[in-house]
C-alpha cells in the first residue's frame, strides 16, 4: 500500500483480555517500529524489527506484551491480560535500513475497561 | 535526564506570522539526528524536517526551518507564513548512534494558528 496501515483504528477491551494489534507497513520497508502514545505524551518506543527479527525489544513495559514479525512484512502486537493503564494509541512505523525517513500509521486507539 | 525537552506546552500565532517552537536535547553522543514532526488531530505523525549532527547548514523545507544550535543543544523549529492547517501538536524527536534507530520524542507543543 501507499502508506502504514494499522488496524484496528480503535479497539476497546476488558480488563484482563488479550488483544492483537496489526501493522502493515509500506511494501519493501525492512525496519519495523512500535511506539505508544499516552494521552498528552510524545510516542514512546517499544520494539524494533529489522526484517523478521526483533533488533531492540528492550522498549516493551513487561512480559504481557509482545510482538512478531514472522516474514518480514506485517507486524502484531499482542498484549495478554490488559490493563487499564495499557489504555493509549499504539503507533507503528517503517522505513528503509539506513534511511532516516520514518512512515507512521494513524495508531489504533485502545481502551482497556 | 529528559533527552529531548519541549518547554512550550502550548502555543498561539496569528496565521501570516511566524512562530518558534522550542526544543533542546540532551545526548554524548557526536552522531545523531533530529527531527520534527506533527501531529493534527487525526492522529498520524508527519515528518516534517531532519538535521544531521554533522550538517553544516541549517535544515530548510518549504515553510519549515530547523534552527541548529549545536553548541547549545537546541534544534528549533521555524514555521514562517503560519496556515490555519498548522494547527497541530508538533513533537521534536532524537535518534542517537547507539540506538537501533529509534526515536526518542519529547512531550510536544501545542500549536493553534488564529484567524
Known amino acids: 500500500g501507499a502508506g502504514v496501515s494499522q488496524t484496528p483504528s480503535n479497539k476497546v477491551t476488558e480488563k484482563g483480555k488479550y488483544v492483537e494489534l496489526r501493522c502493515d507497513p509500506i511494501?519493501?520497508?525492512?525496519?519495523l517500529y512500535w511506539y505508544r502514545q499516552s494521552l498528552g505524551q510524545g510516542p514512546e518506543f517499544l520494539i524494533y524489527?529489522?526484517?523478521?527479527?526483533?533488533?531492540?525489544d528492550s522498549g516493551l513495559p513487561n512480559d504481557r506484551f509482545f510482538a512478531v514479525r514472522p516474514e518480514g512484512s506485517v507486524s502484531t502486537l499482542k498484549i495478554q491480560r490488559t490493563e487499564r493503564g495499557d489504555s493509549a494509541v499504539y503507533l507503528c512505523?517503517?522505513?528503509?535500513?539506513?534511511?532516516?525517513?520514518?512512515?507512521f500509521g494513524s495508531g489504533t486507539r485502545l481502551t482497556v475497561v | 535526564a529528559q533527552k529531548i525537552t519541549q518547554t512550550q506546552p502550548g502555543m498561539f500565532v496569528q496565521e501570516k506570522e511566524a512562530v518558534t517552537l522550542d526544543c533542546t536535547y540532551d545526548?554524548?553522543?557526536?552522531?545523531?539526528?533530529l527531527f520534527w514532526y506533527k501531529q493534527p488531530s487525526s492522529g498520524e505523525m508527519i515528518f516534517l524536517i531532519y538535521?544531521?549532527?554533522?550538517?553544516?547548514q541549517n535544515a530548510t523545507e518549504g515553510r519549515y526551518s530547523l534552527n541548529f544550535q549545536k553548541a547549545r543543544k537546541s534544534a528549533n523549529l521555524v514555521i514562517s507564513a503560519s496556515q490555519l492547517g498548522d494547527s497541530a501538536m508538533y513533537f521534536c524527536a532524537m535518534r542517537e548512534a547507539g540506538s537501533a534507530r529509534q526515536l526518542t520524542f519529547g512531550s510536544g507543543t501545542q500549536l493553534t494558528v488564529l484567524p
Open positions: 512505523a517503517s522505513s528503509l535500513t539506513g534511511s532516516y525517513g520514518y512512515t
Open positions: 524489527f529489522q526484517g523478521t527479527g526483533a533488533a531492540d
Open positions: 511494501s519493501g520497508h525492512t525496519a
Open positions: 538535521q544531521g549532527s554533522y550538517d553544516e
Open positions: 545526548t554524548s553522543d557526536q552522531s545523531y539526528g
